[in-house]
């Protein structure tokens, strides 16, 4: 087998302006990939959702392990298949623009499962038409985003060069794509912490199960929104030198864990929610001592469960719900929050919410 001259090798050549990013981008999206699978393989055995919200799931994994693949497939063209080739390294491979389309589809998918959950928790919260449009905002923000994102594949596969980053058009597309996203994400931060904030009603496990739902939702929404602010400004300072592509790579596996890491949080919360609540636990109103049930119609069972016997008793301070499964005696107490306190477990965790 004969030897490759070494003179015929390029010699005191710097490719880690253009590969740099490349390189650390494959590894962190590698890394990340890993915490899917984790994320991925709890749901698997202990959701207990139903066949739409299950498909969504795996087929977001698919498509995620699909751009690690992709991702590792970009490194190999350039570093092992055109190895020495110093003019392929100029040229954007079709490979990064089938991963950069399916990364827009993951985003996309993603922001729109968050406003449909956030359509069924801010109906209950505001009143009147207005409910929807935060979640139209965020739909529209997506989609407008997505359209963007389309445009710059498109000018990619017109001119397949480095350079055609540094162009307006492309800094453009690319700008408006990361910068509608992460305004999607805003859009649907805010607006959850708001309708969570709704169902405050000075329960003190109450107010501490909504305080873990702020805690989670502000987190993934910074997950996103920074990964997607400094794509988009790193972009535009130095397109061409690609270390943006780093943030991008991750960007599908920063979605997908924070929305199936969401999902698997629910157990938790729902098992928080189905405490007792205690005398210490409640506002303190005007009623005197009572322990209403079945049996002893002036006296009440104050039980926070997912599970309870539902039903209505009248009483001095007026109607109000409870339960006859079992409860414990609360003292002097409002009658309001207790029937708060039976229904804000269905209210904050519906079905079909995270």
Request: aromatic share 10%; hydrophobic share 45%.
């Amino acid at each position: 087998m004969s030897r490759i001259p070494v003179s015929s090798l390029p010699i005191g050549i710097d490719l880690s302006q253009g590969m740099g990013g490349f390189f650390y981008g494959n590894i962190i999206a590698a890394a990340l990939f890993g915490i899917t699978i984790v994320q991925a393989w709890i749901y698997g055995n202990s959701n207990t959702d139903k066949w739409p919200l299950r498909l969504l799931v795996a087929i977001l994994v698919l498509l995620d392990f699909a751009t690690t693949c992709l991702n590792a497939q970009i490194l190999h063209h350039y570093l092992v298949s055109n190895f020495g080739n110093l003019i392929n390294t100029t040229l954007v491979t079709k490979t990064l623009m089938v991963e950069y389309f399916i990364t827009l589809i993951i985003v996309l998918s993603v922001e729109l499962f968050f406003a449909k959950i956030l359509l069924s928790l801010v109906g209950k919260s505001l009143v009147g038409k207005f409910h929807w449009i935060a979640p139209a905002l965020i739909v529209i923000a997506a989609l407008a985003s997505t359209v963007a994102g389309i445009a710059s594949i498109v000018s990619e596969l017109e001119n397949s060069s480095v350079f055609n980053y540094s162009g307006n058009k492309q800094k453009l597309a690319i700008g408006w794509n990361c910068s509608l996203a992460a305004v999607s994400d805003i859009i649907s931060s805010v607006s959850l912490l708001s309708a969570f904030s709704s169902f405050k009603n000075g329960i003190k496990q109450t107010d501490t199960l909504l305080q873990k739902l702020f805690q989670y939702t502000v987190t993934r929404g910074l997950f996103v929104t920074i990964d997607q602010t400094t794509l988009v400004i790193i972009f535009l300072i130095k397109p061409e030198k690609l270390w943006w592509t780093p943030f991008h790579f991750s960007l599908s596996k920063v979605y997908v864990i924070t929305m199936i890491a969401m999902l698997n949080t629910r157990d938790a919360l729902r098992n928080a929610s189905s405490n007792i609540i205690t005398s210490s636990d409640m506002n303190i109103g005007p009623c005197e001592n009572s322990f209403v049930g079945s049996e002893q119609p002036n006296k009440m069972n104050a039980v926070k469960s997912s599970h309870y016997i539902h039903s209505r008793q009248k009483g001095d301070c007026g109607d109000y719900e409870g339960s006859n499964e079992r409860g414990v005696d609360v003292g002097k107490l409002d009658i309001y929050s207790v029937k708060d306190s039976i229904h804000i477990t269905k209210e904050v965790l519906p079905s079909q919410a995270i």
